[in-house]
Each structure stands twice: as structure tokens, then as C-alpha cells.
């Protein structure tokens, strides 16, 4: 596939998708959705791949959905409309993700960094959901990713008032797992996905999934899911080699990277 709006490549071990529409702050539009799918989908089939960065520009990561396709919609058009549903899609992605996000993560922008397994921001860093002031509410679950993330009291805030969030507040209220200089924004996700891809692939994606049920069931469920998780670890090729090559003082070399 030819790709218009966002850019795709690998480095190394991990699969790179940019959103690149500079003229529009990369608002998020059916293209990009469609494009960002089309290269999910390739990096979950890919072997090669253990790992995937989501990122965008210095100056916008994305400032939302693309006002200006959803403007003319009616209540038809936007109950029919596939946009959130594929947002759901690409947020089941199974790899680990990361969200590198510098410069504005507004509206759909800060969703789609939320449905990443963890952000790692610049100091440039703008987060908001400032839907209410264009007369809507977050639509790409963002009153349902960020209250779980980060609580009532400032997704109350946010999505209330529209007011952006800077890197540090971030940072402090757990939307995001680290802050680092804008120069060094895209070789720490690098770093951080480069570890990630070089552990087993089948255990990282266990603990993905793991952590994931904290945020859509009860403690007791979670944890049986847990110990179902763990358990079924102990049949993989990798556990064998883990934990051998820890007893024999060895790095590991897993097979399913
Ligand atoms: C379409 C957008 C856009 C958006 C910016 N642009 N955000 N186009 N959709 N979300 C366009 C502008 O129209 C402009 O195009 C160009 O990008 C540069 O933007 P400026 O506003 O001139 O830049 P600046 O003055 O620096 O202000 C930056 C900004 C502002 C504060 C980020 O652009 C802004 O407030 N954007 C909208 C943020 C927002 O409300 N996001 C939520 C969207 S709703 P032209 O052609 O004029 O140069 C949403 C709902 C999700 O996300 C749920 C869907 C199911």
C-alpha cells in the first residue's frame, strides 16, 4: 500500500508508524485511520517486528479527529460513521505499543496516545480533550481510557473545561510513563522498544493482555486471568530459557522475539 498520510518503517526490531499530515497538526482523518490499520495490521503479521512506535511532529503528535470532515455530520452520519469502531480496532492491537508524543495530543490525538500501552512525552508535550468547546465530548474513549488512567478529578477537569495539560502535570497525574527532551523523544521510544522487542514476544504480549484486564473487570477475575496467564507461560519455550540462562549466569537468547 502507498501510504499519503503517515509514514512506515522498521528499525530493527520495531515497527514506526508517523502521522504526517503537517498542514492539518496531523488531525486525524479516515485516511489516517485506514493508513494506520493497514500498517497495524502488517506489524502484527510481521515475525521480524516484537515491538511498535505510534508517533507524530514536533509540533503535533495529533490535535484530534479532523474537525472539518466531522463538521457537516448529523446524528446519522455519526452514529453510522465506522471512524470510532476502527479506532477500536487499531487500539486491539496485540504488540506492544508505544505513543512518542510531542507538541499537541488534542481530542482524538490524546485517545489514540491513551490506547497505546504507555506514553513517553517530550517536554513539548500538550495534552487536552477540548471537544466541549467545539459543542461535542470525546468520542474515541476518552472519557472511558482517561478516567481509568488517570481518575475522576482531572478527567472532570479536562474534558469539562478544555484546558491542555502540560508534559510535567502529565507526567504527575500518571497519563504518562516518562518525560524526556524533545531531542531525545524518539531514541528513547527506540530504547524502550528495542528492550521490549528483545524479550520473548509471546510473554510480553501476556503481560500485556494481563494488564489490560485490570481496566475492564473485577480485582478477583483479574488476578485468576492473571494466574491463567502466568501458568500457561511456563509452556513456552522462552520460560525454559529465561530462567536457564539466569541459573547458568547467561544473557538469554529467546526464540520467540
Ligand atoms: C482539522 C485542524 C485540526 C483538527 C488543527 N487543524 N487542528 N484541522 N481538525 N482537529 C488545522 C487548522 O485548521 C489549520 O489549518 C492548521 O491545522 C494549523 O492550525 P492552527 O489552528 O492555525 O494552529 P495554532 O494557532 O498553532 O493552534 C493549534 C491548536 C489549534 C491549538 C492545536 O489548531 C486547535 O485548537 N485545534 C483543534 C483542537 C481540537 O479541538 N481537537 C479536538 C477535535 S474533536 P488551516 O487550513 O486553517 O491552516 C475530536 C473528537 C474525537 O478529536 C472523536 C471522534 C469520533
Redesign the pocket.
Given at each position: 500500500m502507498d501510504y499519503t498520510s503517515i509514514k512506515v518503517e522498521r528499525r530493527g526490531r520495531v515497527g514506526w508508524m508517523t502521522i504526517d499530515r503537517p498542514?492539518?497538526?496531523n488531525?486525524?482523518n479516515t485516511q489516517v485511520l485506514t493508513e494506520l490499520l493497514q500498517a497495524s495490521d502488517a506489524f502484527a503479521a510481521d515475525a521480524e517486528v516484537g515491538a511498535v512506535v505510534l508517533t507524530g511532529s514536533e509540533?503535533?503528535f495529533a490535535?484530534?479527529?479532523?474537525?472539518?470532515?466531522?463538521q457537516p455530520f448529523g446524528f446519522a452520519e455519526?452514529y453510522l460513521?465506522d471512524?470510532?469502531s476502527g479506532?477500536d480496532r487499531f487500539a486491539n492491537a496485540r504488540k506492544p505499543m508505544i505513543a512518542a508524543v510531542a507538541g499537541?495530543a488534542?481530542?482524538?490525538?490524546c485517545?489514540v496516545a491513551m490506547m497505546c500501552d504507555f506514553i513517553i512525552a517530550a517536554e513539548s508535550a500538550k495534552f487536552g480533550?477540548?471537544?466541549i468547546?467545539?459543542g461535542?465530548l470525546?468520542?474515541?474513549g476518552?472519557t472511558q481510557r482517561m478516567a481509568r488512567a488517570i481518575g475522576k478529578a482531572k478527567t472532570m477537569d479536562l474534558c469539562l473545561t478544555g484546558r491542555m495539560m502540560d508534559a510535567g502535570e502529565a507526567e504527575r497525574s500518571g497519563l504518562v510513563a516518562r518525560v524526556v527532551p524533545d531531542a531525545e523523544l524518539l531514541a528513547e521510544a527506540q530504547k524502550a522498544a528495542e528492550i521490549i522487542a528483545g524479550f520473548s514476544l509471546p510473554a510480553a504480549m501476556m503481560a500485556k493482555e494481563a494488564i489490560n484486564r485490570a481496566f475492564d473487570t473485577t480485582l478477583t477475575e483479574g488476578l485468576r486471568a492473571e494466574r491463567r496467564l502466568f501458568a500457561a507461560a511456563f509452556s513456552l519455550e522462552d520460560q525454559k530459557e529465561g530462567m536457564g540462562a539466569f541459573v547458568e549466569k547467561r544473557k538469554p537468547n529467546f526464540r520467540h522475539r
Open positions: 498542514k492539518a497538526l488531525a486525524l509540533r503535533a490535535a484530534g479527529a479532523d474537525i472539518k470532515e466531522m455519526a460513521s471512524f470510532a479506532w499537541y488534542l481530542g482524538g490525538g485517545e480533550q477540548p471537544e468547546t467545539l461535542v470525546p468520542g474515541m476518552g
